[in-house]
């Protein structure tokens, strides 16, 4: 069955500290992973993907085939990252390009 | 603003009664996707159009369930006899059809079902 888990709900962290948040996967294909983005009042929109491999907003995360991994990382948090975060996959090269979503992680991050 | 735009953006509605909402998705675009998310949950799929053919219906998409996308453009999803469960954010969203197009979002419709 194709699912994204997201175990943490909330993550809190103090500006300038790290933040990792999880996400894992299962799918039988070769998927392509995405983290949505979700700021107070605003509608969900593209954080990245990881056929880009860039960074946004500070922002990295790595597919780890292996593990079935692609957490999202930044090394210094600011207190405008402060949203909800989902990881979404979809199928490479898919008809359809629907997206499956994890169940979200609010970040918190205090000043 | 030249995004996804959802219409109505809120909707109270009585058990048994009907609703329709309104997409319209980015001019350019030629996939229209709908979903759902209740609270505390992730968004779901519920089906998709390639110009105006609904190529995919999940499984979570009822009889009570009917979407259309007429002329490729905007595109309407009617809930029939809304259920109570049927209470939720309904989100639309566009994109090209090339290989990985980004879904770009539109701001939902919450629909609240007494």
């Known amino acids: 069955a194709q699912r994204v888990t997201q175990p943490e709900k909330l993550l809190s962290v103090f500006k300038g500290a790290p933040v990792e948040l999880k996400c894992n996967y299962s799918y039988s294909g070769s998927p392509e992973l995405f983290w949505y983005v979700q700021y107070s009042r605003q509608r969900l929109q593209l954080l990245l993907r990881?056929?880009s491999r860039e960074s946004i907003k500070g922002f990295t995360a790595d597919l780890n085939k292996g593990e079935t991994s692609f957490h999202l990382k930044k090394p210094f948090a600011q207190e405008e990252d402060s949203a909800m975060y989902y990881c979404?996959?979809?199928?490479?090269?898919?008809?359809?390009?629907?997206?499956?979503f994890g169940q979200g992680t609010t970040l918190q991050v205090k000043p | 603003d030249t995004g996804v735009s959802q219409d109505p953006r809120h909707k109270i509605t009585k058990r048994g009664q009907n609703v329709t909402f309104r997409c319209d998705p980015i001019s350019e675009h030629n996939r229209l996707y709908w979903y759902r998310q209740t609270l505390g949950q992730g968004p779901e799929f519920l089906t998709y159009?390639?110009?105006?053919?609904?190529?995919?219906k999940s499984r979570l998409l009822s009889d009570r369930f009917s979407a259309e996308r007429p002329k490729g453009s905007f595109s309407t999803l009617e809930i029939q006899r809304t259920e109570q469960g049927d209470s939720a954010m309904y989100l639309c969203?566009?994109?090209?059809?090339?290989?990985?197009?980004?879904?770009?979002f539109g701001p939902g419709t919450r629909l609240l079902v007494l």
């Open positions: 979404a996959l979809s199928r490479v090269n898919g008809n359809t390009g629907k997206l499956i």
């Open positions: 159009f390639q110009n105006e053919a609904q190529l995919e």
């Open positions: 969203a566009s994109s090209l059809s090339q290989a990985g197009g980004t879904q770009y």
């Open positions: 990881h056929i």
